[in-house]
């Protein structure tokens, strides 16, 4: 039957020489006693002939396509994540790495600089479309000199570049129904394991969406990866039987996407050995008992050595503070570029800026430095160095806390306000990755938001007080005395007295304005009713 | 050049059969409905994680309407904390409106507005659409003078006004502003305005425009009181005002074709039970209360209305 399947689909997209794949795939490995990474790969591409507009999509979403050509997307990376991933006991991050919150790098086409950032913000607000979230305030740096998540080939003049982070953000179900809802198995196969209740129900979990498009003469492909990885504790506490697909996802796995070119489960074991699982080949599926894994509890023993770093912050007052960067190289000599992103509400003193290394001094550093433009965009920290084995190195940035003009802070301002992640793109002579370092969270100077309301009340009851009784004492004794009873006079100071009392009345007995306009409003209401 | 177009009435076949007999009897009872469409905004103004039962109050009459048919495009859902994966939630990713009740944060959930990006600037543009052109049609409020919209707004409310974020408030005149100016672009047919806050029913006192009903979970003077508590989480799951509301929905508004009518909802909720007591203005509403289904604001059907004059389009309405 699927053979069947599988060939009409060809069928179908070759008349139009459109090919089309879908596969899937789920990595389990216990990284710690009890604790186990699941890392979820959905990867779809596209090949067609540019020449001809083919709008048949066979498990390409169609909205991502649409997305694609609209802005002119040639790489676009969409990360979101929630807790920290823990460098010393899970290894390498998942690719591409993200930090806590929600990060976003873009490469497409525009006319210019302008054109490229208003493309920027409607590239933003069609991913809060499609994916759900909510990221239409991230402050965005332009084209970034150095690598930040992977090395990018392209090279085309009218190319532009721009990467944000967020790190506020939160991702929860929304976001995963979204990310689901682009997969051309949603129902069925490995995608049914993705079961909110358990995977946020974890230690770290991230999720991220990979779009990129290339175009060779009239041939164009089309990729797309969504990936979820989530870091988990064993349920069941003891710690004494192994995993299973219940324990871990809530549910056992009880279809086959027949579509996807291939489907498998690998489950890695403690000494690093992958047993991988077709789940086409599994006969049990199709009927009607759905399946289990044993996954083993045992930890794997080797880990790999991985440059690690992480963000903390200094100073102890308002004003001042100081944010460092601890990066760690492992056991062979790497090269690395450091991205940092320094927002517009702290100020920063350049001058002041630094490394500090141990083991053989500072290593030749080149950077790049971007002033923020304010509002519209952070300041960009760039570093590219060479570290030996084992060394380690800190980068120090002094800054000052500013008073914010009162719209600027967030709705919650005594909460603080984040300084994304550091971005860290290691260079093996084998490989290269990216891992990031934790935000960190600043507390700014928050004015006394009520202070314009007092303000207000105190200039006015010092002018009434200058106004009144001061000046009237202060001229009364210069002022001819009066003797005729003036009638205008009196009433006035009748109603006068009467305005006081009122207020006097309404002040203790706590009414309010808009009671008292009630009142007089029903009152004339029952005078034109007596008419 | 003009096109002339000569439209006739069509009507599905399906909607005859149901035109038969007793349900004729029931149509009787109603006036007919003007509205084609439905949409919902639903509003839940409060940040920190001890405000759990607004954004449970929100949810459970998201699952109310959607059941009665209201599809998820067609709701606005504004949630301004993130309860569900909250760190402090015991249970992550999911919310529960009673203590033995179901999920309410199952995957079918669509948020459009969260977090930060509630403010009181993006309720005003949501409902007089005039959105920054890059917003995605997700979080748009797409009426047109056929449709019937809800507005339901929770959190917490003083005399005049609903603070949004902790931050900001909504005063009942800008809403009121705003709902003018939706009936002056043609946005609605009818419009069902629910506040669920403290002095509540101020949130309506300007509200000049006309097919507006609104109603409120207590007085001017009045506080509202929630309903249940859930120790386990340590906060309070549900207002009482929604929790009857919602009761109501699941137990006498069963399907669409439903016969409860608005009087019936009104009267859902009568102070004994809700401990304050309701507030309802229906100066602006032409319809008598009784005559209305409360599926004409809270469920959506397809309705399909008969044209028998010639209607010209000309080059205008095809440009």
């Known amino acids: 039957m699927r053979e069947l399947i599988g060939s009409l689909l060809v069928l179908v997209s070759f008349s139009y020489g459109l090919i089309e794949h879908f596969d899937e795939k789920v990595t389990l490995a216990p990284v710690r006693n009890n604790e186990l990474r699941v890392d979820f790969r959905f990867n779809s591409d596209r090949r067609f002939d540019s020449r001809t507009e083919v709008n048949d999509f066979l498990t390409f979403p169609r909205i991502i396509q649409e997305l694609l050509n609209r802005y002119a997307v040639h790489k676009l990376t969409v990360t979101m994540a929630h807790g920290r991933w823990n460098l010393d006991e899970w290894g390498l991050p998942p690719q591409p790495s993200a930090p806590a919150g929600a990060q976003v790098f873009a490469e497409f086409e525009a006319v210019g600089e302008e054109d490229a950032d208003e493309r920027m913000k409607f590239l933003v607000e069609a991913l809060n479309g499609v994916l759900c979230t909510s990221i239409s305030h991230i402050k965005v740096v332009t084209a970034p000199d150095f690598v930040v998540l992977e090395n990018h080939k392209n090279r085309k003049r009218n190319l532009f570049k721009r990467y944000g982070v967020l790190s506020g953000e939160t991702t929860c179900t929304e976001n995963l129904t979204r990310l689901r809802k682009l997969l051309a198995c949603k129902e069925n196969g490995l995608s049914t394991l993705l079961h909110p209740s358990k995977l946020y129900n974890s230690l770290y979990h991230s999720s991220h969406l990979v779009i990129e498009q290339h175009r060779e003469k009239n041939q164009c492909e089309a990729k797309m990866e969504v990936g979820v990885t989530v870091v988990m504790r064993n349920p069941s506490q003891k710690g004494q039987r192994p995993w299973s697909f219940a324990d871990v996802f809530d549910r056992k796995l009880g279809s086959q996407c027949k579509i996807a070119r291939s489907s498998q489960i690998d489950i890695i074991g403690p000494s690093g050995e992958i047993t991988t699982t077709d789940v086409r080949n599994l006969t049990a599926i199709s009927g009607a008992a759905p399946i289990d894994v044993s996954i083993p509890i045992a930890a794997i023993a080797q880990k790999q050595s991985v440059v690690k770093a992480w963000s903390s912050q200094g100073g102890f007052e308002q004003q001042h503070g100081m944010l460092t960067v601890h990066i760690t190289n492992d056991d062979s000599a790497s090269k690395i570029q450091v991205t940092q992103i320094i927002p517009y509400y702290v100020h920063l003193r350049y001058s002041r800026i630094h490394w500090k290394c141990d083991k053989g001094g500072n290593p030749s550093i080149e950077k790049v430095l971007k002033n923020s433009k304010g509002l519209e965009a952070p300041t960009l920290l760039q570093y590219k160095m060479s570290l030996s084995a084992g060394q380690t190195c800190e980068l120090i940035i002094p800054f000052d806390k500013h008073l914010l003009r009162l719209e600027q802070y967030p709705p919650d301002a005594n909460h603080g306000m984040h300084i994304p992640a550091s971005s860290v793109f290691v260079e093996k002579s084998q490989f290269s990755y990216s891992i990031h370092s934790n935000a960190i969270l600043v507390l700014l100077p928050v004015p006394d938001f009520s202070m314009p309301f007092n303000v207000i009340c105190f200039v006015a009851t010092a002018f009434a007080l200058v106004f009144g009784p001061i000046q009237l004492y202060s001229t009364l004794w210069l002022a001819p005395v009066v003797k005729k009873s003036q009638w205008g006079r009196k009433v006035h100071r009748a109603i006068l007295l009467v305005i006081i009392v009122f207020c006097l009345y309404a002040h203790m007995m706590d009414i309010n304005l808009n009671e008292v306009r009630r009142g007089i409003e029903t009152y004339f209401e029952k005078l034109n009713e007596l008419k | ?319």
């Open chain 2, 1 to 319: 050049m003009r096109h002339v177009l000569l439209i006739f009435s069509a009507i599905i076949g399906s909607q005859a059969v149901l035109n038969t007999g007793l349900q004729l009897k029931i149509d009787e009872l109603f006036d007919t409905p003007g509205h084609t469409n439905n949409w919902a905004v639903l509003v839940c103004t409060s940040k920190f994680w001890f405000n759990y039962r607004h954004v449970s109050n929100v949810l459970a009459l998201y699952h109310s309407i959607k059941r009665l048919g209201v599809p998820d495009s067609n709701i606005i859902m504004m949630l301004a904390e993130d309860v569900p994966c909250n760190s402090r939630n015991p249970r992550p990713g999911t919310v529960y409106a009673a203590r033995a009740g179901a999920n309410l944060y199952g995957s079918d959930v669509e948020v459009d507005y969260r977090g930060e990006e509630v403010t009181v600037e993006n309720f005003i543009r949501i409902l007089t659409g005039r959105h920054h052109p890059a917003t995605p049609r997700s979080k748009r409020l797409l009426t047109d003078h056929q449709s019937n919209v809800l507005i339901y707004l929770t959190g917490h409310g003083g005399d005049s006004f609903m603070k949004f974020q902790d931050s900001e408030e909504l005063t009942n005149v800008d809403l009121a502003y705003a709902v003018q100016t939706m009936f002056e672009d043609n946005r609605y047919h009818e419009m069902l305005v629910i506040a669920d806050s403290c002095r509540s029913a101020s949130m309506y006192e300007w509200i000049d425009s006309p097919n507006v009903l609104s109603l409120s979970s207590s007085l001017t003077h009045e506080e509202s009181y929630s309903y249940d508590v859930d120790t386990d989480i340590g906060v309070y799951v549900i207002d009482r005002y929604t929790h009857y509301t919602v009761n109501f929905l699941n137990k006498e508004v069963k399907a669409l074709n439903s016969s409860a009518n608005m009087q019936d909802y009104i009267d859902s909720c009568p102070a004994r039970k809700c401990l304050s007591n309701t507030g309802v203005r229906k100066d602006h509403y032409p319809k008598d209360v009784k005559r209305v289904r409360v599926t004409d604001f809270f469920g959506s059907s397809r309705i399909f209305q008969h044209l028998s004059e010639e209607i010209v389009l000309d080059d205008e309405f095809w440009a």
